[in-house]
């Protein structure tokens, strides 16, 4: 049977804008953020902490952090050292790191080995721990790379199982591109859910070939109740080629409705927050719910 409950893990104003050439105002940013929380989110990404010249739109996140009321979870994405002591310094208390499964990949996002990543995060997981911080892992190209192809689940595992090994309360594992069907997206959840069981588990789909949807349905029936999904289907990773927008947060909320899962989002506030972002970004939104939420 598929969970009764589902936490949404709102990854727009992170995932959703980074790729976003045009600078969008921090202002703007931090409305979108609080329509978000407005309408029931309770954990959310909400900046990243990396390189300014890498990904210029998260430049502001200083600002970002100390303007967002702290409560629930509000996660702050880094890969390294210098932003996770940054993060701490501002007494952030919910940190998100990310690693891809594979090397082209994690070269070309963060500029070091997959084991290089790995050895540095391993003694900064240690720190957060022990400052009572929530850890996060988002696990990139966990079922396919745009350089490598095809990732066997047992790579994907090795990683997870290290994450965990270093004590991190969450892992996030990621189909980056948008490959993944939803029998992979099965067989990956049941087979970590299984030999990981006490470890928060959360599914990260992009839709670049609109499969976000089914591969979550199939996650649920692997009993996984965790999703990072996107207000306006918005997102993607710079240096992923060929990856769009992650899954859609308000499609998302209308499939679990219709399936009778909980969340606590309300659906209508949702959609104010995509309004709020709409004018500032690249590409018209189309997702199913705010597109009909225009014509009636
Ligand atoms: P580098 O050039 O190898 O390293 O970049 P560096 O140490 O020489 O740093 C370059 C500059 O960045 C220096 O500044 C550093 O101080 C600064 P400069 O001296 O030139 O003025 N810097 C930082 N600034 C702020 N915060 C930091 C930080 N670290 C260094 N934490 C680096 C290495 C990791 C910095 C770079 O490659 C980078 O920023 N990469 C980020 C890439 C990124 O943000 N990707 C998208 C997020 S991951 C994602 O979207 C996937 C996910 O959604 C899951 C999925 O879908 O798969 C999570
Ligand atoms: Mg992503």
């Known amino acids: 049977s598929l969970p009764k409950n589902v936490t949404i893990i709102e990854v727009g104003a992170r995932d959703g804008l980074q790729n976003e050439k045009r600078i969008v105002p921090t202002e703007v940013k931090l409305q979108f953020i609080k329509a978000l929380q407005r309408a029931g989110i309770t954990e959310m990404e909400i900046t990243s902490f990396v390189s300014p010249k890498w990904v210029p739109q998260m430049s502001d996140h200083k600002e970002i952090v100390q303007s967002v009321t702290q409560s629930g979870r509000q996660f702050v994405l880094t890969p390294n050292e210098k932003g996770i002591h ?18 082209s990949f994690n070269k070309k996002n963060i500029n070091k080995t997959t084991s290089e990543s790995m050895e540095e995060l391993r003694p900064l997981i240690r720190q957060l721990k022990e400052q009572d911080i929530f850890v996060r892992a988002c696990i990139s190209t966990a079922f396919y790379c745009p350089f490598e192809g095809k990732i066997e689940p047992e790579r994907t ?38 030999k ?15 499969m976000g949807l089914a591969n979550i349905y199939a996650a649920l029936q692997a009993g996984i109740h965790r999703y990072d999904c996107s207000a306006g289907g918005l997102g993607g990773c710079p240096f992923a080629p060929g990856a769009t927008g ?35 970004v690249s590409r018209p939104i189309e997702t199913g719910m705010y597109t009909l939420s225009k014509s009636v």
């Open 196 to 210: 990981l069981p006490n470890v928060l588990l959360t599914a990260h789909f992009h839709d670049t070939r609109k």
């Open 86 to 103: 940054s993060a701490m310094e501002l007494g952030v208390k919910s940190i998100a790191v990310f690693v891809g499964v594979s090397d």
């Open 157 to 194: 595992y090795e990683i997870c199982q290290q994450f965990v090994d270093m004590g991190v309360d969450e892992l996030s594992v990621a189909d980056t591109i948008g490959m993944a069907s939803p029998s992979e997206s099965y067989e990956l959840f049941s087979m970590i859910s299984e």
């Open 246 to 280: 992650n899954v859609a947060t308000e499609d998302v909320l209308n499939m679990l409705d219709r399936l009778g899962i909980e969340t606590g989002i309300q659906l209508d506030k949702l959609l104010e927050a995509v309004k709020i972002i709409e004018p500032y």
